[in-house]
């Protein structure tokens, strides 16, 4: 079975900040590792996403994480906040072994909120 | 815009009852993927669906049931409905659905209230 394990429900940085989400992950197969980000009244979309090829994967709206298999984490970051960052970012985790095909299994999500 | 429609956006019904929602994915995609996202369960996969065919089940309650048709298009049916039934309903779809690679894109949801 895997699972994932996002640390912090609610995270507030300052516009300008470091943003740093973290996401630990569990899994007994190679794992495929997802960031997606789910602004109000709306569905999810994707950030990033990790499927073996480098560990370090840059996104949309300049964030990045890092694929750490030894910390089996995949935490994300981006240097610098701004306003419209704010929203509900989810890590989640499949893999191509077994019955998972796609399916995905969510963190409960941490809420970012920027203040100016 | 994800490309992936859902309808209806809100649906407001008693308990007991069954509704059907609707998800159209994105063209050319083969997968259809549903997901419920709750206050206590959190975003849980129910079920997907390959070019008509089941490939995946989740936490899929017997009390609901999936089909994808020959255009694609899927249906989730829920019946017997249960306060805890209410959440939001994701659908999502990618291209195929073999592997996990596959990005999906989800569209916008359904909102059920069961009151």
């Known amino acids: 079975a895997q699972s994932v394990t996002q640390l912090g429900s609610h995270v507030s940085v300052s516009e300008g900040a470091l943003v740093l989400l973290r996401c630990n992950y569990s899994s007994s197969v190679p794992p495929y590792l997802f960031w997606y980000v789910q602004y109000p009244n709306q569905g999810l979309q994707l950030l990033l996403k990790?499927?073996?090829?480098?560990?370090l994967v840059k996104g949309i709206n300049g964030f990045e994480a890092e694929f750490k298999k030894s910390e089996t984490s995949f935490h994300l970051t981006k240097p610098s906040a701004h306003m419209s960052d704010a929203a509900e970012y989810f890590c989640a985790v499949t893999s191509a072994g077994g019955t998972s095909y796609g399916k995905l299994t969510f963190g409960q999500g941490t809420i970012l909120t920027v203040h100016p | 815009d994800s490309g992936v429609t859902q309808t209806p956006k809100h649906l407001i019904t008693a308990t007991g009852q069954r509704v059907t929602l609707r998800c159209s994915p994105r063209s050319g995609d083969l997968s259809v993927y549903w997901y419920q996202q709750s206050l206590d369960q959190g975003l849980q996969f129910l079920i997907q669906y390959y070019n008509g065919e089941e490939r995946a089940k989740g936490n899929i309650l017997e009390r609901f049931s999936a089909q994808q048709f020959p255009d694609l298009h899927s249906e989730l049916n829920l019946s017997s409905l249960e306060l805890g039934d209410s959440a939001l309903y994701f659908c999502a779809s990618s291209v195929g659905g073999t592997s996990g690679t596959d990005t999906q894109y989800f569209g916008p949801g359904t909102r059920l209230t069961v009151l």
């Open positions: 990790y499927t073996s090829a480098a560990t």
